[in-house]
């Protein structure tokens, strides 16, 4: 009678072993990212995929961001940063804000070499708690010609002709050394290397689409939609282009 | 943190071990030549890993190497030879307890009239190489060997680019291991060309 | 690191074209981030069939021997050379024979049926899954490269010569974005009656 009333339900749960919970601050949103500067325009493309696991949250979230500047439209600059959206939506929206006051302060446009620079002390601001993205940005400089920053997750920085980001990385980054940068290719007159030119924006926009459209076929976390900004005298103009969508 | 080198230059291999048996942190013997083993007349092989496996997986190839050359009376080629010894290696290495031996096997093809030089590793990879190194001398050595390697070396220019590498490593490497023997393979043979205190 | 199939590094992939084949290979053999050798080809030929072989190098080099045997065995009893698509089962069953203790490798297979004289290629994982694929291939540390490099310049019904150009350029720009992979490439070009071997040189870091 006493071994009935003392003894346990059998959906008890008391274990024997004590549980453990742990939160992991960080996730993976897929996606990917590329930019490219020119003579006179620069270009940030990304897909609008947003990812966590094997499942799509949605196939249009656009995720390049444009940071409007004194000094016309011409001194926009375009900012995107892949990985965990979280944390990129977080930088992003901050550095917005100190954009914005830097421009109320002095008076004068944000350069995109002075923006670098503020991406670069804010990222590493979080060295010990990093934001978890691959951050890029891009802009005309004061002479309009086009200008791409890269950055790793605590701010280590790098001015260049192109760079790829996120997911698919690994896939576009040779495509664009060789067909941007040229490398590994040689005059066949001269035998000698040849050496990479400013494109023109017409066959970067084809080069992109292309490279996007190749990558998709081989990567689960890119496709739906490709964004691409591109940065001109002109302002920031923006085009989609549609990805395969499986 | 024994040194094995080889170089081959345009007539024979020079083999380099170090002189120093190490056992934790103890130098047990300062003299040591027991890096080494003669295969056949023109071969040898020189090794380092887990004390006990080196000289018993050494010994085990040099007698079966032996025998053959016995039963056959025809005298392998290091090419051979270390096709052998690879195979064994390998069938060791998924074994219940694999040897954890790592080779240069430095020979003279006297059919090519070639000097040849084989690097073995632990897992068996094995690859024929103008110059190579195990552990950590491979770090400090290989980028020299890259500047001042040449394939038509003479010996006294390989001897000299030996000498230069042990230089190296006396300077970087954080124990003493109580100089080198230098043996050279060539078309007469297997011999002790110097040895550097 | 320790990873058995990205200890000693490696690139290769393999295209088809118009009446033709080509497989590619690099010439690196590391151990982790040492560079031991860079004259070491991962490409193999048996009768009119070749086989790439990525991964660790001592499986490379133990199932070029199997498969040497193998083919030996098939030529004397059969009395006549494999085909590419006999030797790709021959590679999986062989491949699944070690099914719980595997060979850590992930070959790919390009040639033409003497017969038919149609191209063929393919890919398998390193228990012998056949991935019978019609345009191109990859393998080893640099297949993530490589599959970018492949999906954006390839093209249906390539001459021998553009596809020549089209592997080598995929092969190395792919091997330039992988520390494990390079030090030279090695290309086969593969038509009915003629095989083309050409090295490139290629930057050495």
Redesign the interface.
Known sequence: MYAEHFSEPATSHVASAPIEHQFYPYASNGGTILAIAGADYALLAGDTRHITGYSINTRFRPSIHTLENLGGPERAIVVAANGFSADGDALVRRLAQRAEWYTYNHNKPLSVSACARLVQTMLYGKRTFPYYVHTIVAGLDESGRGEVYSFDPVGSYEREQCRAGGSAASLLMPFLDNQVNKKNQYDAATGLPQVATDLPLEETLKLVKDAFSSVTERHIHVGDYLEIKIVTKEGVKVEYFPLKRD | MDVILGITTANEVIVITSRAFVRGVSILKADDKDKTRILSPHTMMAFTGESGDTVQFAEFIQANIQLHEMRNAVELSPSAITSFLRNQLATSLRSRKPYNVNVLVAGYDEAKGKPELNWVDYLSAKVSVPYAAHGYAAYYTLSLLDRWHRTDLTLEEGLKVAEMCVAELKKRLPIDFKGVDIKVVDKDGIRTEKVIE | MSDPSS??GGAIVAMVGKDCVAIACDMR?G?QA?T??N??PKIYQYNNTFIGLAG???DV??LSEVFRYKVNMYNLREERDIEPETFANLVSSTLYEKRF?PYFVGPIVAGINSKTGKPYICGFDLIGCINFAKDFVVGGTTS??L???C???WEPDLEPEDLFETIS?AL???Q??DAMSGAGGLVYIITKDKIVKRLLK?RQD
Request: charge should be negative; avoid cysteine.
């Open positions: 200890i000693n053999l151990m040492l031991v050798s004259d070491f660790l190098a001592t080099l133990t203790g993530h490269q599959f970018g490099m999906e954006s310049l350029q190395m720009n792919a330039d974005r290629t």
